[in-house]
C-alpha cells in the first residue's frame, strides 16, 4: 500500500516551453503533497506544500509563477514549471502524506529528471 | 533550510559488516526519520522514531535518538550489496508539518 506514481519519469525540452509533471497517490488519499527539488549529490529541497482543494504554500525562494502547483483532488498534484530554462534542469521529487496512514511519514514518486536543452 | 547533519558522507564497507550513519539536528522534534535514496530514485521511508523513545528495531535496522544530544544513528547489521544507497534522516514538528532532510550519507556494500 501507499504507493505514489509519479510520470515522467524523464522529460527534455527546449528552453522557454512548459512542462507539467504529476503526480498520484494510488491506493490512499493525499490530503498533502510536497514537492522537493533535488541537485546531484545533495539533499532535497522542499520547494512547496500543496493540500487539497486550496493554494500551495511555497518555501522561501520559489518562484510561485514559475513552479505552478494545482492539487484539485485527493489524488493528484500537478507541478507545471513554465518556461523552462537551463537553470530549471533537476530532479523534482513528489511525495504524500495521508489522513490515515502514519501521518507524519511521507510517500514518494520515483522522481522526474528534467532536462532543459 | 536543512535540519538535519547526517555523518559520515560517504561510508564504504563490505558485505556482511554492520554500518552505523550518525544524524544530528538543531531544534526540537517531533518525530525523526530515515529514509532511504537508490540512485536517481525516490526516497523510501525507513523507520521513524518519535521524540519520546529512545530505540527503535526493524529486521536489520536499529534506530537510536538522543534528544539531549539532538543526535540519532541509524545501525544496518549484516550490510548486503543491495543496501547500497544515499540515507537521509529527516525531522518533522509535528502531526502533517514538513520534514527537513539532512544532507544524507553514501553507503556503498562492496560484495
Known amino acids: 500500500g501507499a504507493v505514489v506514481s509519479q510520470h515522467p519519469s524523464r522529460v527534455i525540452c527546449k528552453s522557454g516551453t512548459s512542462v507539467k509533471i504529476e503526480c498520484r497517490s494510488l491506493?490512499?488519499?493525499?490530503?498533502?503533497m510536497f514537492w522537493y527539488r533535488q541537485f546531484p549529490k545533495q539533499s532535497l529541497m522542499l520547494m512547496a506544500t500543496?493540500?487539497?482543494?486550496?493554494?500551495?504554500?511555497?518555501e522561501q525562494g520559489v518562484e510561485k509563477d514559475k513552479f505552478l502547483i494545482n492539487h484539485a483532488s485527493l489524488t493528484l498534484s500537478t507541478l507545471t514549471v513554465t518556461s523552462a530554462h537551463p537553470e530549471d534542469s533537476s530532479f523534482y521529487i513528489c511525495?504524500?502524506?495521508?489522513?490515515?496512514?502514519?501521518?507524519?511519514?511521507?510517500?514518494f514518486g520515483a522522481g522526474t529528471r528534467l532536462s532543459v536543452l | 533550510s536543512q535540519q538535519g547533519e547526517e555523518d559520515p558522507q560517504a561510508l564504504s564497507i563490505q558485505e556482511g559488516e554492520n554500518a552505523t550513519m550518525n544524524c544530528s539536528y538543531k531544534?526540537?522534534?517531533?518525530?525523526l526519520q530515515w529514509y532511504r535514496q537508490n540512485s536517481g530514485r525516490g526516497l523510501v521511508h525507513l523507520i521513524l522514531?518519535?521524540?519520546?523513545?529512545r530505540e527503535k528495531h526493524s529486521g536489520r535496522l536499529r534506530v537510536t535518538l538522543d534528544t539531549s544530544k539532538k543526535s540519532s544513528s541509524l545501525l544496518i547489521t549484516a550490510s548486503r550489496a543491495a543496501d547500497t544507497a544515499s540515507y537521509f534522516c529527516?525531522?518533522?514538528?509535528?502531526?502533517?508539518?514538513?520534514?527537513?532532510f539532512g544532507k544524507g550519507i553514501t553507503l556503498s556494500v562492496r560484495p
Open positions: 531544534t526540537s522534534i517531533n518525530n
Open positions: 491506493d490512499f488519499q493525499a490530503t498533502t
Open positions: 522514531i518519535r521524540s519520546n523513545e
Open positions: 529527516a525531522t518533522d514538528a509535528g502531526a502533517n508539518s514538513k520534514l527537513t
Open positions: 511525495s504524500a502524506g495521508a489522513t490515515g496512514l502514519a501521518k507524519n511519514i511521507q510517500y
Open positions: 500543496s493540500n487539497e482543494g486550496s493554494k500551495a504554500t511555497y
